[in-house]
T-cell receptor
Framework: DTAVSQTPKYLVTQMGNDKSIKCEQN?????MYWYKQDSKKFLKIMFS???????INETVPNRFSPKSPDKAHLNLHINSLELGDSAVYFC????????????FGPGTRLTVT | SQQGEEDPQALSIQEGENATMNCSYK?????LQWYRQNSGRGLVHLIL?????REKHSGRLRVTLDTSKKSSSLLITASRAADTASYFC???????????FGKGTKLTVNP
């Protein structure tokens, strides 16, 4: 029974397109995150939501828009995709915003051509 | 800016040997965590050590924390080929609401 799931696992698209990545957690956690991992494996926080409320919004282009319809779901929509958006995007969740253990999804490898 | 930095960047050992990875950080922390990432997979939490703890064990893992030196180490004893992965430390950067990850150590355990 997958704890944190993401779809799709792979996403190949052309520059200028708009795409969405979906994330769901069945752990009953209050807090969810989006991370970006670049080609050098550097992992950086993008957004964090706690009970559907945005609590972290790092310096991310406003082409990236997260949306949390309920506390079990956190989606990421990206407009006008650029080559530099190519990366692996991870969703994660934690019990609360106290920065304890985080549970990661399997990742979505986005390739922009 | 980056908070944690792992050392070495890559480590290759034989099965059965011990592997030690180090993490240094810059600002005060409430806790430090270690994660493992197998190739093509998401990160898996290994262990969390609080700033008032000096050492913690979990199975074959031993983590130490020296807040005076702003450093932590992860020791994997009696390594196995299945331990081959990248290992990341993450800190809460002194009360911020985000985890900041290091660049990771890529561990290869040769059978």
């Amino acid at each position: 029974d997958t704890a944190v799931s993401q779809t799709p696992k792979y996403l190949v698209t052309q520059m200028g397109n708009d795409k969405s990545i979906k994330c769901e957690q069945n752990l009953g956690h209050d807090t969810m995150y989006w991370y970006k991992q670049d080609s050098k494996k550097f992992l950086k926080i993008m957004f964090s939501y706690n009970n559907k409320e945005l609590i972290i919004n790092e310096t991310v282009p406003n082409r990236f828009s997260p949306k949390s319809p309920d506390k079990a779901h956190l989606n990421l929509h990206i407009n006008s995709l650029e080559l530099g958006d190519s990366a692996v995007y991870f969703c994660a969740s934690s019990q609360d915003r106290a920065l304890g253990e985080q549970y990661f999804g399997p990742g979505t490898r986005l390739t922009v051509t | 800016s980056q908070q944690g930095e792992e050392d070495p960047q890559a480590l290759s050992i034989q099965e059965g040997e011990n592997a030690t990875m180090n993490c240094s950080y810059k600002t005060s922390i409430n806790n430090l965590q270690w994660y493992r990432q197998n190739s093509g997979r998401g990160l898996v939490h290994l262990i969390l050590i609080r700033s008032n703890e000096r050492e913690k064990h979990s199975g074959r893992l031993r983590v130490t924390l020296d807040t005076s030196k702003k450093s932590s180490s992860l020791l994997i004893t009696a390594s196995r080929a299945a331990d081959t992965a990248s290992y990341f430390c993450a800190t809460d950067a002194g009360g911020s609401e985000k985890l900041v990850f290091g660049k990771g150590t890529k561990l290869t355990v040769n059978p």
